[in-house]
């Protein structure tokens, strides 16, 4: 089994849309059994999925918080066949506040996911924050991904969660975790990208996606819609992108 996370505390740098194309993609396309895990409170990976999140119990929240709520309990089948969701709404947001005292705060992903089993791959959606839910989420994946909107304070971020990377594998052991891949996002033919892009292969020499994921309205339409991009619109350049990213991920099995 994978375990791949979608990480960067930047808002806006495509997260969720990687994160439900390719977890569609590897599901729909390459018929694998996925789990898409959202852990940030706005809930937007079960929304894309065309799911009504914000009453829905029990979500993620629950069985973090919940000791005897197995996450079996909470899993939910999406419309796209062999993808199942762990959907989060609003209720994430107490998390940080409701196990701060617990001295395995860290770990509570990890642990209910422990017991899931049947999926090839696990596929982590993250919030826009380097706290408690993203430390969860790398002690629960092996995986990480960072997409990188190509704007000037783009690198910043790069560091913070290289930085974060580096905190857990050192202080929870967790030697398996790794940056596997950066992906340039929101690409516009502009001289600032093009030297943020540079700099960034600079910075993640072999590790830099070689799709780079462009601006296509289609993308945004797909999410408002509630639909992965091949059901939205599968002939889009959108679509082709997301699909040569999803085939790069595939295949860069670490
Ligand atoms: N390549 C793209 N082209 C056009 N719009 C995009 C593209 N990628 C993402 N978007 C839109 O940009 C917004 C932010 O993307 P999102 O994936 O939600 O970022 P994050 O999860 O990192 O905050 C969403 O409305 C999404 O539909
Ligand atoms: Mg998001």
Redesign the pocket.
Known sequence: MRRIAFI?E??????????VNTAAYFAGHRKRRVLLVDM?PQG?AGKSLGFYVRDMHPSVYDVLIDPDLPASAAIRQSHVEGLDVLVANKTLSDFPLDVAQHPDRERKLADKLAAVDGYDFVIY?SP?SMGIRTHNIMLACEEVVV?V?LTYFALDGCAEIVETVERMRQDFGKADLQITLVVP??YRPTRLADEILTKLRKHFPGRTARTI?????K??E???HGKTIWEYASWSR?AH?LESLAKEIWRSNP
């Open positions: 960067n930047k808002g806006g740098s495509c997260k969720t849309t990687l994160a940030d937007q959606d826009p997409p909107n996002t929101l994921i462009g601006y296509n309205v993308i945004d797909a999410q408002s959108g992108m």
